[in-house]
T-cell receptor
Framework: DSGVTQTPKHLITATGQRVTLRCSPR?????VYWYQQSLDQGLQFLIQ???????AKGNILERFSAQQFPDLHSELNLSSLELGDSALYFC???????????????FGPGTRLTVT | SQQGEEDPQALSIQEGENATMNCSYK?????LQWYRQNSGRGLVHLILIRSNEREKHSGRLRVTLDTSKKSSSLLITASRAADTASYFC????????????FGSGTRLLVRP
């Protein structure tokens, strides 16, 4: 158990809908990272938050957004869902901001999203 | 950050044998991290080796780093069926970027 929790574990929804994925980082970790893993794209970095502020952006679509709340939990919002958005979405946390001396990231169990 | 390239893409060995996976990268790094992923599960951090280290051990894992060749290797000794998983390396560059970029990984199958 990494100490990172993600809800829900599974989500099935229709195209065009909007969903929210939730992540609670390990106690004491200030950074939260979101990743998308699909069969054809592999593990893709989406976005990072550090202590409530956006720190880095990856291949995140404009239809997707995220935020980190004062209690450090984070939410990833996916809207206007398409079939291609079906994937595993992972959240990870680390104790630092991820700069040059970056330490390890701890991953949650993921949310499996199926868009039908 | 930059992407690490793992090699081989897939590896099948008998239980008890050693497994070696390699990672190559392109630019200078601050550290390099190895992760394991069991099918459909989250990644698990295995080991972090800093640029000024050449070798690091953790249980049955041995990681080496050759910054002159921009490469790293992960050795799993006396493999077990439970080691069956995908293994990813993630080089962390010297710049101020924050993210880790994962490659395609090495899929390891340990046959009982």
């Amino acid at each position: 158990d990494s100490g990172v929790t993600q809800t829900p574990k599974h989500l099935i929804t229709a195209t065009g809908q909007r969903v929210t994925l939730r992540c609670s980082p390990r106690s004491g970790d200030l950074s939260v990272y979101w990743y998308q893993q699909s069969l054809d794209q592999g593990l893709q970095f989406l976005i990072q938050y550090y202590n409530g502020e956006e720190r880095a952006k990856g291949n995140i679509l404009e239809r997707f957004s995220a935020q980190q709340f004062p209690d450090l939990h984070s939410e990833l919002n996916l809207s206007s869902l398409e079939l291609g958005d079906s994937a595993l979405y992972f959240c990870a946390s680390s104790v630092d901001s991820g700069r040059a001396s970056a330490r390890e990231q701890y991953f949650g169990p993921g949310t499996r999203l199926t868009v039908t | 950050s930059q992407q690490g390239e793992e090699d081989p893409q897939a590896l099948s060995i008998q239980e008890g044998e050693n497994a070696t996976m390699n990672c190559s990268y392109k630019t200078s790094i601050n550290n390099l991290q190895w992760y394991r992923q069991n099918s459909g599960r989250g990644l698990v951090h295995l080991i972090l080796i800093r640029s000024n280290e050449r070798e690091k051990h953790s249980g049955r894992l041995r990681v080496t780093l050759d910054t002159s060749k921009k490469s790293s290797s992960l050795l799993i000794t006396a493999s077990r069926a439970a080691d069956t998983a995908s293994y990813f390396c993630a080089p962390k560059t010297m710049d101020s970027s924050y993210k880790l970029i994962f490659g395609s990984g090495t899929r390891l199958l340990v046959r009982p």
